[in-house]
């Protein structure tokens, strides 16, 4: 079973991922890694620490010669902001608890309920953990879930489609095209003129100290049909994606294919009809499915949208308590960005890839990578 477990805080020495499952002999370039480390950090709107930290993975182990061992894999991504903090963060008894408290929970985050939840007076002891600094780990195992997937032509990528009120309507069915696209953008925008008008909402709300949420896409191209399973609640890939994509912070919900939009359209309108030709097979002319029927991949690309709401982190600070004194105060602020929804598309790309590959080995796995790719080409010799 492909799995993965992180650790690590904030403003800690470090995040550590370990994943379990790989196959052995799946070749691994660390630079592809670090690449989609740095998308992570990019994307117009975000806070001063993407100027201190430039993330870049170190495997430590199940890895030798470039190549998997098919044991567990581990990965640290070192803070460099840790030499800052590194007295306040000690994990020893050393550690100065008493520098830089928190004590005014911020709405919108896990501050408060996180405090009540384990019993802490310093609610920094929530917010390290629950900062969206540890999706820079899932980010690193979502780029080794893409190479693997990569083996077999399977694609994954995303795009902002939204910032606040401003919405693009471009759409693009090739992957290569998308992929220049967005490399071209400070938003991962499929849309230069849209993209403007973003940027400029952007900029007028740093000036009112206040922050942007937005909705981004993923779509998954060449998956096969048989992904998933219909036969129990709890294997169904499209309750899988959308569990993978609300568990990124400040997401709010999940589409798949028209999503929202079935409920105001008959039947009619709504499910893609089924042809049949010699050359290509069963296909659609349609895909508002998205992808996906029953919990199961139909052989179309898989089409995703997560909605991200503003970061509650603001400049402008909302009405909060003291957590000690139970006096009015304004909540901390904590150094963070106006707009993060690039930086949550990278995050929502890397766990849909997980979910896929989780998905992928479930039907076709092996403990070699020879093994899975024979099993995948017989099963695609018997559908054909």
């Not at 030499?83 to 008493?98: F, H, N, Q, R, T």
């Not at 403007?196 to 009112?208: A, F, P, Y």
């Not at 603001?314 to 707009?339: H, M, Q, W």
């Amino acid at each position: 079973m492909f799995r993965f477990l992180t650790a690590g805080e904030s403003h800690g020495k470090c995040l550590t991922v370990i994943i379990e499952g790989l196959p052995a002999n799946l070749g691994l370039d660390v630079g592809t890694i670090n690449e989609d480390l740095k998308r992570r950090q990019g994307g117009y709107g975000r806070g001063d620490r993407m100027r201190i930290e430039e993330d870049r993975v170190e495997i430590t182990s199940g890895m030798r010669g470039g190549h998997t061992l098919g044991s567990p894999l581990c990965m640290t991504i070192y803070n460099r902001d840790w030499k800052d903090w590194k007295e306040i963060m000690a994990v020893g008894p050393e550690a100065l608890l008493s520098e830089r408290p928190v004590i005014s929970p911020r709405p919108g985050h896990a501050d408060l309920s996180g405090a009540i939840k384990y019993g802490f007076r310093d609610i920094r002891d929530v917010l390290e953990r629950s900062s969206a600094r540890e999706t820079a780990a899932r980010v690193a195992v979502g780029s080794v879930a893409k190479i693997f997937l990569n083996e077999f032509m399977i694609k994954v990528i995303t795009y902002v489609i939204q910032i606040g009120g401003i919405k693009s309507q471009k759409k693009l069915s090739n992957f290569s095209e998308i992929r220049e696209k967005i490399n071209q953008s400070r938003l991962y925008c499929l849309d230069e003129e849209t993209e403007e008008r973003m940027i400029e909402l952007i900029d007028k709300t740093d000036e009112e100290g206040d922050s942007l949420g937005g909705v981004f896409e993923v779509v998954a191209f060449n998956l096969p049909v048989g992904l998933g399973s219909y036969v129990h609640w709890d294997r169904r890939l499209d309750g899988r994606l959308a569990q993978a994509l609300m568990s990124i912070p400040a997401i709010k919900g999940v589409e798949i294919g028209l999503g929202f939009e079935t409920a105001r359209l008959p039947g009619s309108l709504v499910h893609d009809e089924i042809f049949f030709g010699e050359e290509q097979g069963f296909y659609r002319k349609t895909n508002r499915a998205g992808g996906l029927e029953g919990g199961v991949t139909n052989g179309q690309p898989l089409i995703l949208r997560a909605v991200m709401k503003p970061i509650p982190t603001l400049k402008k600070s909302l009405a909060s308590i003291n957590f000690g004194t139970k006096e009015p105060t304004l909540a901390t602020y904590e150094r963070s960005d106006v707009c993060a929804v690039p930086a949550a598309a990278v995050v929502g790309e890397a766990v849909v890839a997980i979910e896929l590959a989780k998905a992928f080995m479930e039907k076709f796995g092996g403990d070699t990578i020879e093994e899975i790719r024979k099993s995948y080409e017989t099963y695609l010799k018997e559908f054909d």
